[in-house]
């Protein structure tokens, strides 16, 4: 009741504006999405004529049926699975090594180990001596290309310090009177305690992985070996869908129609596996920018 | 002696840091170790250490070259207008967003505004094709609805920054808003309550309260921002770039790329990549300084 009695006219003036802003905003945002999924489902004559706005025209699935009838669009997928665990792996054990003895403050030398990690925020080698040191081990044109030069990162390493610097030291000192050494410890107290930041590292690089397609492009030119994002930059970006997809189609016309559809369908295909995830991980990924904000 | 001693007790972390270390010597200090390269006339077979030393005759080459301002002229300008329209949105965004009085409501526009950070720029760069395909594609049929003719966007120069940076503003807005909402929640509630019994309406506690509470994080941001300003992605700008448009969508990065690997010529290419990072690194310092001045915090 205060709050009523104290409302301002120009606070009233400002809500509605900040709703219609919002509004806004969210619906530029939600749209193109939509559409997305209701032009994946329309008969491709119906998108060229321009009649889809709200709702699916002239229901068809054929779009899928070509995708999901295509092998390379499977191998992608696999690929990427197979690409994104590993590099999960890799990526939260290769920090939590790192970020563990970091947040230890009898640490001897901490500061100089942590200087080793912080460098490489600001200064790196560049596209070409990275590439040139991939190629110096032999590593092109395998899986190790793919996930391993941008599996750790020292952002990740700061973030998952200030989660270990936040577990209380009397729990170590306790276990260290017990005669539990240091790596019992870890293994048996500290992970156990760390779920909530494992699963923002697991997250992090699971995204950063499935999402890249800059390291596939420079490093594997063997097509069994493309993640699911060089797969579909062939078909969106390049306009070449795989052979299998258009096979039954013989005018150009026609062919280029069944493109556009294969094209909307990809899509979502593609983002689907992580726009359905991130509400139910959303939470996950919010503290994990938080922690990372807390000054390090 | 007792450093010596503490040092021994704890061997077991520095067991654990080995992996790690060794990790970021051979992957990030190993290509810095190679940066050389652009001062030398590097030949796979003589190797990084073998081959001779030129000194700066490929950034010669790079600023003689006949492509060199136009290249310059397009990073800038991207990134510049870039930074000018997509920083401030997200501070904008989060302030109105924390003026949502509903939770609910204030819940589900921030899931639908994070929901593009998870798409990837591979589908990005679809989206905005097919969105801008000139017989297909939605912003056409929408200027045919009005009478206008179809535009060839992805083939006009001038659409590509446009392009770009409204992309980014869509992909990136959303998630940009958390740590300005952290930082929001982090401001004294009696600070607004004070506020509004000496009758301050939400224009002047949003200036007043918000927008001085979450300056140090603005700076912060800001600073990093500007110490990015070269990197301007190569990933969206590579997707988006057609021989059509290249007058404008051939920044430094994908410059590198076709010079380096699709060409190999490796030190002149190294030559370019290190320019852009020397300019990054003058701008990082510059406004890091002037921030420290200005506002009293800055990153170092």
Same mark, same amino acid.
């Given at each position: 009741m205060f709050?009523? /009695?104290? /409302?301002? /006219?120009? =606070?009233?003036?400002? =809500?509605?504006?900040?709703?219609?802003?919002?509004?806004?905003?969210?619906?530029?945002?939600?749209?193109?999405?939509?559409?997305?999924v209701i032009a994946s489902i329309s008969d491709p004559n119906q998108i060229y004529a321009g009649n889809v706005w709200l709702w699916p025209k002239s229901i068809t699935f054929d779009g899928y049926r070509r995708i999901f009838s295509d092998n390379t669009i499977w191998i992608g997928y696999r690929n990427s699975l197979f690409y994104a665990a590993l590099a999960a792996v890799i990526s939260s054990v290769l920090t939590v090594m790192a970020a563990y003895p970091l947040s230890r403050k009898d640490l001897y030398g901490r500061n100089a180990f942590m200087m080793i990690f912080v460098v490489t925020l600001f200064f790196n080698g560049g596209i070409i001596p990275t590439y040139l040191l991939v190629k110096n081990l032999h590593m092109i044109n395998t899986i190790w290309a793919v996930v391993l030069p941008g599996a750790v990162d020292a952002f990740a390493i700061i973030i998952a310090r200030t989660f270990f610097q936040s577990l209380p030291d009397e729990l170590r000192e306790a276990a260290a009177i017990d005669g539990c050494t240091n790596l019992r410890y870890i293994w048996s107290i500290v992970v156990p305690l760390s779920k909530p930041i494992i699963a923002v590292l697991v997250l992090l690089a699971v995204v950063r992985q499935w999402n890249g397609f800059f390291d596939a492009l420079i490093y594997v030119n063997d097509s069994s070996l493309y993640p699911l994002q060089l797969i579909l930059r062939n078909i969106l970006i390049q306009n070449q869908p795989s052979g299998d997809m258009l096979t039954d189609i013989t005018t150009l016309v026609a062919q280029q129609k069944v493109t556009e559809l294969i094209k909307f369908g990809v899509i979502i295909v593609a983002a689907l596996p992580l726009l359905t995830l991130y509400p139910l991980l959303q939470r996950y990924f919010v503290k994990g920018v938080m922690i990372g904000s807390v000054k390090g | 002696m007792r450093k010596l001693k503490a040092a021994r007790k704890n061997w077991e972390l520095y067991l654990l840091l080995i992996l790690p270390v060794a990790y970021f010597i051979i992957f990030r200090y190993v290509p810095m170790y190679g940066v050389q390269i652009a001062f030398k006339d590097f030949t796979p077979r003589a190797g990084i250490w073998g081959s001779p030393w030129v000194g700066f005759q490929y950034f010669r080459e790079f600023f003689e070259s006949y492509n060199f301002w136009t290249i310059i002229k397009n990073t800038v300008l991207l990134s510049l207008l870039n930074l000018l329209i997509s920083f401030p949105i997200p501070v904008i965004i989060a302030i109105l967003l924390n003026q949502l009085a509903r939770e609910k409501l204030k819940k589900f526009v921030q899931t639908v505004i994070y929901a593009p950070y998870f798409i990837s720029t591979v589908v990005l760069a679809g989206m905005i094709i097919v969105f801008l395909s000139p017989n297909s594609g939605l912003i056409n049929h929408l200027i045919g609805a009005f009478g206008g003719e179809p535009v060839l966007f992805m083939s006009e120069a001038g659409w590509f920054r446009p392009i770009y940076i409204l992309s980014t503003? !869509?992909?990136?807005?959303?998630?940009?808003?958390?740590?300005?909402?952290?930082?929001?929640?982090?401001?004294?509630?009696? *600070?607004?309550?004070?506020?509004?019994?000496?009758?301050?309406?939400? !224009?002047?506690?949003?200036?007043?309260?918000?927008?001085?509470?979450?300056?140090?994080?603005?700076?912060? *941001?800001?600073?990093?921002?500007?110490?990015? *300003?070269?990197?301007?992605?190569f990933e969206k700008a590579f997707l988006l770039q057609t021989d059509l448009n290249i007058d404008a969508s051939e920044i430094i990065s994908t410059y590198v790329y076709k010079i380096g690997i699709q060409r190999a010529q490796y030190s002149f290419s190294a030559a370019i990549g290190l320019f852009n990072a020397a300019i990054n690194l003058v701008l990082l310092l510059i406004v890091n300084r002037t921030a420290k001045k200005i506002s009293g915090n800055g990153l170092f």
């Open positions: 709050q009523m /009695k104290r /409302k301002l /006219k120009s =606070d009233i003036a400002f =809500d509605v504006a900040n709703f219609i802003v919002l509004g806004g905003f969210t619906l530029m945002i939600l749209y193109p999405l939509y559409f997305i | 503003v !869509w992909q990136e807005t959303g998630f940009a808003t958390i740590i300005y909402l952290a930082a929001l929640a982090g401001i004294d509630p009696h *600070l607004h309550e004070a506020a509004v019994v000496d009758g301050a309406n939400k !224009w002047q506690r949003i200036r007043h309260i918000d927008l001085t509470g979450i300056l140090p994080t603005i700076t912060v *941001l800001f600073i990093l921002a500007v110490g990015n *300003l070269m990197n301007v992605g």
